[in-house]
């Protein structure tokens, strides 16, 4: 019998949550830009999409339950969503310490960025990251140009 590591699938499931709201959003042959990063005690992944964007007054509110964003933020296709991906994003990130952050513009697209604190054990534990509940930075880690540095996976 294969163990699985539940914290392995949970943060499976942010980033496949993620890129399914980038994939659905974002307009056809464009691209979707994901990456990470360990700097400082902190391990991140962002997903970068080319959709609509979010209005700033709108960023807040992504995160709440059943919460849906304008009609014209939504998919190409019909639309049968409710709400409660980024909610459950934003649940899954804090149940390991972590944090979730979004970048975004109304026509520039939106970053979404899981922060984690990393330790001997991995990211998402408690160890020697950064003291519990530090939040991390307000900036988005991908340049503007959208150019990231290509490295080999370890």
């Known amino acids: 019998m294969q ?7 949970r943060m499976t499931r942010l980033v496949e949550d993620l890129l399914s709201n980038a994939v659905r959003l974002a307009p056809a042959g464009s691209v979707i830009t994901i990456a990470a990063d360990r700097p400082g005690g902190r391990q991140w992944i962002a997903v970068r999409d080319a959709g609509p964007g979010i209005r700033a007054e709108e960023q ?3 995160f709440d339950r059943f919460w849906r964003g304008a009609e014209t933020r939504r998919s190409r296709d019909r639309d049968r969503r409710t709400g409660l991906g980024l ?3 934003r649940s899954i990130a804090e149940a390991h310490n972590g944090h979730v952050r979004l970048f975004s513009a109304p026509g520039a697209g939106s970053t979404f960025v899981l922060w984690f604190p990393v330790s001997a054990g991995g990211a998402g534990t408690p160890g020697s990251g950064p003291p519990a509940g530090a939040a991390p930075p307000e900036t988005d880690p991908l340049p503007p140009d959208g150019r990231t540095a290509r490295r080999p996976v370890r």
């Open 3 to 9: 163990v699985v590591d539940r914290a392995t699938t």
């Open 60 to 62: 807040d509110r992504v």
């Open 87 to 89: 909610a459950i994003v």
